[in-house]
């Protein structure tokens, strides 16, 4: 499949040099935001953070030049930062230089640092308040969207608290009983029993989720029917598919879920908090695949664009754009032949690559970007420490 792909990318890229954009383009224009929904219009602050797994300013500048020089248009990102601020956040673990995604996700979820592995709580095992236990005590709505499986260590560290990241089948059952209204993602095996999941208590967290006013959506067409006010959808067994290899007929992209979500989360007159991950980006730097990495910052930045669509009908709405931390550490480098030409950006999409370089295919301890418009955006600029991004979401959400 993934070889067919790359054929695929390889005779696209070829054609589109005389006629670009190339396939990655396409993308773009199939990921433009539709209308979002209108707010019930508050004076309520509400934030959409979104956290690119793994999105270092490595990965930012190799897509912005993408971008500019082959698709004619600037990242979403970018023209966010431009209208409001930019800045950096440092983030290492309590007890490690180079953080994984649970001590980082704590760190953004509850504003304190703990151990790489530990979610939602300190190294000894005390529960952190996170921010959607904050903000749902404030009577805000709250809502996690990922492309990975929503027990993964990111998205749970904001619904979940456990002291290894590994116990998701304990984590999807926190997760079915949380507050938020909306949890959309993959890892539909953590909440259903033997035959379609993998629970050996036999659970099916979905029925009891159902119970408790919740529709229950596994793909593309049950999400666009849903027309309840608390979702739960798990589009893949565990991740969803990288955007390169997704089947629109089944599984909705990041922009589809941000606009369901939004569609719920707007209804609340108090204000909401939606928390946008873009989950997959980090495993494909794990593997030096710049392809799917490209792929999935681009289905990443089209959600930011969507959120930026909504943010004019909204003027309390704070968009922050950030990371968890830096993977792999890419950056357009020399080859035998030299510095690489503006033409040879086209093999970005291709799986033969040679001028980008990588440092490891671990997480690495560089800084990474902070981009935010909206009142809060204040907030954000400048060089920040994880935890005080979290600070940030609590101020701009008026808590
Ligand atoms: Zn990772």
Redesign the pocket.
């Known amino acids: 499949m993934k070889r067919q792909l790359c054929v695929l990318f390889l005779i696209l890229s070829i054609a589109c040099l005389a006629c670009a954009p190339s396939r990655l383009g396409e993308y773009r224009a199939d990921l433009e935001p539709a209308a979002p929904v209108s707010p019930v219009g508050t004076s309520a602050g509400s934030v959409i953070l979104f956290i690119g797994?793994?999105m270092g300013p490595q990965i930012v500048s190799i897509a912005k030049i993408y971008s500019e020089r082959s698709l004619g248009a600037d990242l979403n990102m970018v023209n966010l930062a431009n209208t409001g601020t930019a800045g950096y956040q440092t983030t290492h673990a309590a007890n490690r230089l180079v953080t994984?995604?649970a001590a980082s996700g704590t760190a953004l979820a509850t504003g304190e640092k703990t151990n790489n592995g530990v979610v939602g709580m300190s190294p000894g095992g005390r529960e952190f308040q996170n921010i959607f236990e904050l903000a749902v005590r404030h009577g805000k709505a709250v809502g996690v969207v990922s492309t990975t499986a929503v027990t993964h260590a990111t998205p749970a560290c904001f619904l979940a608290h456990a002291p290894s990241r590994d116990m998701q089948y304990e984590i999807a059952e926190q997760i079915a009983e949380s507050e938020a209204t909306v949890i959309l993602g993959g890892g539909y095996k953590y909440f259903l029993p033997p035959e379609r999941g993998r629970r050996r208590d036999g659970r099916d967290l979905t029925a009891e989720a159902r119970q408790r006013g919740f529709d229950i959506a596994f793909d593309s067409k049950d999400l666009r029917r849903s027309s309840g006010d608390k979702l739960l959808g798990l589009f893949a067994a565990d991740h969803m598919p990288y955007e390169q290899a997704r089947r629109e007929d089944e599984v909705p992209s990041l922009v589809d879920m941000i606009g369901k979500a939004l569609e719920i989360l707007a209804a609340d007159p108090d204000g909401f908090l939606l928390v946008v991950e873009g989950g997959r980006i980090?495993?494909a730097?794990?593997g030096n695949d710049i392809s799917d990495a490209i792929g999935d910052f681009f289905a990443f930045d089209a959600a930011i664009g969507h959120a930026m669509e909504y943010q004019k009908q909204d003027s309390t709405l704070t968009i922050v754009v950030t990371a968890d931390?830096d993977?792999g550490g890419p950056a357009i480098t020399a080859t035998e032949s030299g510095y690489p030409s503006y033409e040879d950006l086209e093999a970005l999409a291709g799986q033969d690559c040679k001028f980008v370089g990588w440092v490891s295919g671990?997480?690495t301890g560089t800084m990474v970007p902070v981009f935010a418009s909206g009142p809060g955006a204040g907030e954000f600029s400048g060089v920040r420490d994880n935890t005080e991004i979290h600070d940030g979401v609590v101020t701009a959400l008026g808590l």
């Open positions: 797994d793994g994984d995604s980090d495993h730097e794990h931390h993977t671990d997480h």
